[in-house]
């Protein structure tokens, strides 16, 4: 039964007409009239239009009766109807960018460790590293990411070496490793529960949040740092009912989901001054494991040093004055979710954590660190990023200032593969070069050379 029909016939009631009298004003076939108001036929949209002026009703809301009619009287399979028209409605909500949202949704696939925006990632690099490694090192027990980053290295590392110690001054890439790497007790079943939940939420029955305030419009669309937020508070809601593992899987997650979403180049020292497009967040989980054989820190890589003993140490630090604290402090906001006073137009919290190795300082602490560190082999990765027009791209710790220190450990060998740098658009590194260099240590070389650093 047409619902347009007995709507039709209930405004020509009240209204006070015949059914003749309006054949004949809109001259429209009496029988017709009387299906249309039985139900048995759709009113044309003409018919229609001339029906809601002679009424004096709206034409729109008629429009839409007669399509939701169309609609419900199309499906084959009622009983699936309602998931149907929710899945339509994504349709019609998303476009072209619906497809990316049904393979998010219906067929999710695990969010991989290497999927992430961050700058100087070894995530296209892996392969020539660890070939590298491979070929010029034995017996290696225990590996070391000591500036781990993304733990792209780690990740290939995790499933070769016997023991991997990953770390990283940053809290949210602790969290980051936490989640994918740690050992601990999990359900996935419960994070997919929560996760859909959370994809379900309908954001304008939402409050605005401290995270909404702050970014919304700015580094994310105003309705998603809403749901961010929500989401961000509802993970803490939740931490007595999670596992130490279950509360990283959720907050990565959280991260890598947010990660492409941001109206950035791919860092967070600046938002990009345009309207943002809205884009659904719809959750997918990382791909969690669990891991016996790691350790993982949040640590200051020098001191660290102190407190490890390992087969090789992978050193991959930052080498210009550009401080990854800064660059990412929104994730690390979003972690700590201790709502700091926010500064500047970056929005960011009072600098935590910033690394001597982006500072003049920062030779000195490469020669302190390879000297502290008890290991049989150093691997150092190295970029020559210089560009005279960006200041802060300059390297602290100059090429044969690097080799000089890795020298004085041991004999060195020094690889190079060429590969495009990334860069925010302001600088250009056409003659960029990634180097790699492999150290084989010798105890003696290194005390005798670096006896003048005891007292560091
Ligand atoms: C060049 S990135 C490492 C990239 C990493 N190899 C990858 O593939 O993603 C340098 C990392 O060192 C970390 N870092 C900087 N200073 C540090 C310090 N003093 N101790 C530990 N980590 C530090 C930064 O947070 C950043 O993640």
Not at 305 to 328: E, G, H, M, T
Not at 432 to 444: A, M, Q, R, Y
């Amino acid at each position: 039964m047409r619902t347009i029909g007995h709507i039709l016939k209930e405004i020509r009631e009240e209204k006070g007409h015949l059914l003749q009298e309006v054949q004949q004003v809109l001259d429209i076939d009496l029988t017709q009239l009387s299906k249309i108001e039985n139900g048995k036929r759709l009113p044309t949209v003409e018919q229609l239009q001339k029906l809601a002026k002679f009424y004096n009703c709206d034409n729109k809301a008629l429009i839409i009766q007669r399509e939701s009619d169309k609609i419900v009287y199309s499906f084959e399979y009622p009983e699936f109807a309602i998931e149907t028209l929710k899945v339509a409605e994504d349709k019609i909500k998303y476009g072209n960018q619906y497809i990316q949202l049904f393979q998010d949704t219906i067929y999710p696939k695990p969010i991989s460790l290497e999927s992430r925006r961050y700058i100087g990632s070894k995530a296209k690099l892996t392969d020539w590293i660890m070939d590298l490694i491979d070929k010029e090192t034995e017996n290696i027990g225990t590996f070391v990411d000591i500036f781990a980053g993304t733990a792209s290295i780690s990740n290939q590392a995790i499933k070769k070496y016997n023991s991997i110690i990953i770390n990283d001054i940053l809290y949210a890439n602790n969290v980051i490793y936490n989640g994918f790497f740690a050992k601990g007790n999990w359900s996935k079943e419960k994070l997919n529960d929560i996760i859909s939940n959370y994809n379900t939420i309908n954001v304008d029955l939402i409050e605005e949040n401290y995270f909404s305030e702050n970014f919304g419009g700015k580094f994310y669309e105003h309705n998603t740092a809403k749901l961010i937020g929500y989401i961000r508070q509802d993970i803490e809601d939740l931490k007595p009912e999670l596992s130490k593992k279950e509360y990283n899987i959720l907050l990565a997650t959280l991260i890598y989901n947010i990660d492409k979403l941001a109206n950035t180049v791919g860092h967070f020292d600046a938002y990009i001054k345009k309207p943002i497009k809205s884009q659904p967040l719809r959750l997918r989980l990382i791909d969690a494991q669990d891991f016996e054989n790691v350790k993982i820190y949040r640590e200051d890589a020098n001191k660290l040093a102190k407190q490890i003993k390992s087969d090789l140490v992978y050193i991959d630090p930052p080498y210009n004055s550009r401080q990854y604290n800064r660059f990412y402090h929104l994730y690390e906001t979003l972690v700590k979710w201790n709502q700091p006073k926010l500064y500047g137009i970056a929005l960011k919290p009072a600098p935590e954590n910033s690394s001597l190795y982006c500072t003049t300082k920062a030779k000195n602490a490469f020669e302190n660190l390879v000297y502290q560190l008890n290991a049989r082999f150093l691997v150092v990765s190295y970029n020559n990023t210089y560009n005279a027009k960006s200041h802060s791209s300059e390297n602290k710790i100059k090429l044969e200032e690097i080799k000089n220190i890795l020298n004085k450990c041991g004999d060195t060998k020094v690889f190079e593969c060429s590969h495009r740098f990334f860069n925010t658009g302001k600088t250009e590194f056409d003659d960029h070069k990634e180097l790699l260099f492999i150290t084989k240590v010798d105890e003696k070389r290194k005390n005798k050379s670096f006896s003048s650093l005891l007292c560091w």
